[in-house]
């Protein structure tokens, strides 16, 4: 079966990663959009995306290993809303499994682009004190 457009940027975003290749994953990325660099922080704007991926990869010892482990894309229009198991780990981070919200926006000119990075998911919602 022939893979969407979403997944195959998903994929070479995560070999971007791995590699740090930070040039190959701003390409994937709007000018606009908003990376979930942890619960209650984000990144938004390209710029800012490739300063918080720099620290990340620091931060994880230059190691991060990132794979997604299935994924459902719902497609509307020029919108795709992306739910992922993602699975993270570095020498400093036992494997971890996300369940990742991403949203992509397709160009003028076909191209699908990461307007909203979320590896959290649901994580990120905050609890009610009520």
């Keep these: 079966m022939k893979k969407h457009p979403v997944e195959l940027q998903i994929e070479k975003a ?6 740090e290749d930070f040039d190959t994953l701003m390409d994937i990325y709007t000018d606009d959009a908003v990376l979930v660099v942890e619960p209650g922080r984000t990144a938004q704007g390209k710029d ?5 991926f ?12 990132v794979k997604q482990k ?3 894309i719902l497609e509307s229009g ?4 992306v739910h992922a198991n993602t699975v993270i780990s570095a020498p400093n981070l036992p494997v ?13 000119d076909g ?5 909203i990075d979320n590896s ?6 905050k609890q009610d004190e009520s």
Excluded: H, P
């Design 70 to 72: 299935g994924m459902e």
């Design 111 to 115: 191209i699908w682009q990461c307007a």
């Design 120 to 125: 959290y998911g649901n994580e990120i919602v």
């Design 96 to 108: 971890t499994e996300r369940k990742a919200a991403y949203v992509f926006c397709k160009s003028s």
């Design 48 to 52: 800012a995306i490739r300063k918080a």
């Design 14 to 19: 995560d070999k971007a990663i791995i590699a």
């Design 54 to 65: 720099e620290a990340i990869a620091v931060y994880f010892k230059n190691g991060l290993n």
């Design 78 to 81: 020029n919108i795709a809303l």
